[in-house]
C-alpha cells in the first residue's frame, strides 16, 4: 500500500491533489472527437487549450481502443514519438502521457519526454514495467479481465468485478514496484467499459472507495463512455452530465486522477465535490461575513 506524494516523472503532486489528464488522440478515427486532432498540428493546438484550461497531465494516443485497422509499433510510434517530443519542448511543466501496451513504443516515448506509461489494456505486454522502470517513470495500472487488446467484451463474468479488480489491479502495481517502477509512481485503474459491460462499470463506479482504500492512488476513465451512454439512452455527443454525475461520484470516493474530453467542467465538478467533502476549502467565502 502507499500513501503520500504522487510523483509522475519529473512532476511531484502532494497527497490531496487531485488531476486533470485531457485526451489528446493522434488518431483519424477516435470515437469521441472522430479524428479531429489526428494531424499534428490539430494535435498542438488540443494541447494549448487544454493546458490553457488547467489540465495538469495531457494523455497522448497513437492508437484508438476499439476494433479497427491493424497498426504495427513503427506506425504507433510514428503518430507519438516525435510529438511527444513537440510537447515536451513546448510545455515542460505539463506532465506527459502516453496510452500505449507496447513496450517498445513505451520505452521510444519516454527517451522522446514521457512522464506516464498510461496502460489501458492490464499488463498485455508484461516488459512494460521494465520500461517504466528504466526510465523512472510513472504507470498506470489497468483492470480489463484479461481481454486482447482493442476487443469489445462479450459476455464476460466476474464473481464480483470489484474484487477482482482490486485484486488484480494491486497485483500489476506490486509487480511493477518489484520491477523498479518507483512505489510513489504507481497508479491503479478500474478500466470502466474495458473488458466490462455497463452493470460491472456502474459496479465500480459505486463501490470504487473499496479501490481507493487500497493506498494506491486511483484514475478513472469515465468520459463520455458507454456504461454512460447505455445509462441514459444517449449518443457519444450527448454524455457530458452523465459523465460529470459518474465522476461526482468518484471524486466523493476519492479518486485521484481524472482522464477527461472535457477539462474545465470535470475540474469544477471535482472541486465541488472536495470542497462538500471538506477536503478543500472554497476559493472564496464572504457570504455572512461581510
Known amino acids: 500500500m502507499t500513501t503520500g506524494v504522487l510523483r509522475l516523472g519529473r512532476h511531484t503532486f502532494s497527497d490531496d491533489a487531485t488531476l486533470m489528464m485531457a485526451i489528446v488522440n493522434r488518431t483519424p478515427d477516435s470515437f469521441f472527437d472522430k479524428g479531429a486532432t489526428w494531424e499534428e498540428d490539430k494535435a498542438f493546438e488540443r494541447v494549448a ?15 484508438k481502443a476499439a476494433p479497427g485497422v491493424e497498426i504495427g509499433e513503427e506506425e504507433e510510434k510514428a503518430r507519438v514519438v516525435d510529438f511527444v517530443s513537440r510537447v515536451r519542448e513546448a510545455f515542460p ?4 502521457s502516453v496510452d500505449t501496451w507496447r513496450a517498445s513504443v513505451g520505452d521510444a516515448v519516454c527517451a522522446a519526454g514521457a512522464d506516464v506509461l498510461n496502460d489501458a489494456w492490464g499488463g498485455a505486454d508484461r516488459e512494460l514495467v521494465d520500461v517504466a522502470a528504466a526510465h523512472d517513470v510513472a504507470i498506470v495500472c489497468t483492470h480489463t479481465g484479461g481481454v486482447t487488446p482493442r476487443t469489445r467484451p462479450y459476455r464476460i463474468e466476474y464473481d464480483d468485478v470489484v474484487h477482482e479488480a482490486v485484486r488484480d ?6 509487480r511493477a514496484v518489484a520491477a ?10 478500474p478500466a470502466h467499459d474495458f473488458g466490462k459491460n455497463t452493470f460491472h462499470s456502474l459496479e465500480l463506479t459505486r463501490r470504487l472507495g473499496e479501490m481507493v482504500d487500497t493506498g494506491w492512488p486511483v484514475l478513472v476513465s469515465l468520459s463520455n463512455k458507454d456504461f454512460v451512454g447505455e445509462s441514459l439512452d444517449l449518443p457519444v455527443g450527448e454524455r457530458l452530465t452523465g459523465t460529470l454525475a459518474a465522476t461526482a461520484v468518484c471524486a466523493l470516493a476519492g479518486a485521484r486522477i481524472y482522464r477527461v474530453h472535457q477539462v474545465v467542467e470535470t475540474r469544477q465538478t471535482v ?3 472536495n470542497t462538500i467533502a471538506g477536503r478543500r476549502l472554497p476559493r472564496r467565502a464572504i457570504r455572512g461575513l461581510q
Open 49 to 63: 487549450q487544454v493546458v490553457a484550461e488547467g489540465a495538469e497531465i495531457v494523455d497522448i494516443g497513437g492508437i
Open 93 to 96: 511543466s505539463l506532465v506527459i
Open 169 to 174: 489491479t494491486v497485483a500489476y502495481a506490486e
Open 180 to 189: 523498479g517502477v518507483a512505489r510513489e509512481s504507481v497508479v491503479i485503474d
Open 271 to 273: 472541486d465541488m465535490v
